[in-house]
């Protein structure tokens, strides 16, 4: 029960079509399951309810939330809504992106227009999720908000959208934590390397007109970890650790959950 007590909101709880568990539905079931009431928020509120309902199984506290996060309204009504219903908001998790499925392409290739919805979605949604929360969590001179980038920031990523949003993500996480650490707010980004999620792996597959295996062993094939990619747990346990005291003193790190790629070199 290490966020017993603690409201939680997780922009991206639901997930793409697929197979597995994605990122942000693991990162709610996991804070849910350590005592934290959730505000399971996405812009498909059938798979926020889906969310929820996994974590009423478990006698956990959540509720869905639909909202387009690239609208500040929403963002603002959304966090309105978790701190009218709980009294506080004691962690934001920032976990929606969008490469490929938003039309995201190499630099000869990319349109505005899906360069604007991937600005939209990867990065102006976090930006003003945290303009919302922030006096809220001044106020109770306590918070912690973790925003998830990629490993594309720091590796080899041929769509340009993608790699620019979540590289400006680590920048604007940093400047979030030494202007709010006076307030006792702590500001963290995770990079997830190659994951086996639904948005990862059957949004390839769809793409590239592949079967979800072959995609699978390609991507598997290069992480120096066991050869195998990591899930959504992976990532809501590396976020659970920095939403919780045992990172009290923690603030302005980028953690790479990469299955050791970010250390390889050449």
Not at 69 to 79: G, W
């Amino acid at each position: 029960m290490r966020l017993k007590d603690r409201v939680a909101i997780v922009v991206g709880a639901g997930q793409s079509p697929g197979e597995g568990m994605g990122n942000g539905r693991a990162t709610a079931l996991t804070f849910a399951r350590e005592g934290a009431k959730v505000l399971c928020v996405d812009h498909n509120l059938e798979s926020a309810r889906e969310t929820v309902e996994m974590i009423g199984a478990n006698q956990g506290t959540a509720m869905a939330y639909k909202a387009d996060v690239t609208r500040e309204a929403e963002i603002k009504a959304m966090v309105a809504e978790a701190h009218g219903r709980w009294g506080r908001i004691d962690i934001l998790h920032n976990n929606v992106g969008v490469s490929i499925s938003g039309g995201d392409a190499e630099l000869l290739d990319i349109t505005e227009e899906a360069f604007d919805r991937c600005v939209a979605i990867n990065l102006k949604s976090c930006i003003l999720a945290a303009k919302h929360v922030i006096p809220i969590m001044r106020a109770q001179r306590s918070g912690a908000i973790i925003n998830i980038s990629s490993m594309a920031v720091i590796t080899t990523y041929p769509y340009v959208a993608y790699k620019a949003t979540k590289a400006a993500m680590v920048s604007f996480t940093e400047q979030l934590a030494y202007q709010n650490a006076e307030y006792g707010i702590r500001a963290n980004v995770i990079l997830p390397g190659l994951m086996n999620t639904p948005m990862a792996v059957d949004t390839r597959a769809r793409e590239f007109k592949k079967s979800r295996a072959e995609v699978e062993a390609e991507r598997d094939a290069k992480v120096p970890l066991r050869r195998k990619m990591g899930t959504g747990w992976d990532v809501a346990n590396a976020a659970l650790f920095l939403a919780s005291d045992e990172a009290g003193f923690i603030t302005g790190v980028t953690l790479p959950v990469d299955g050791g790629a970010s250390v390889r070199r050449g």
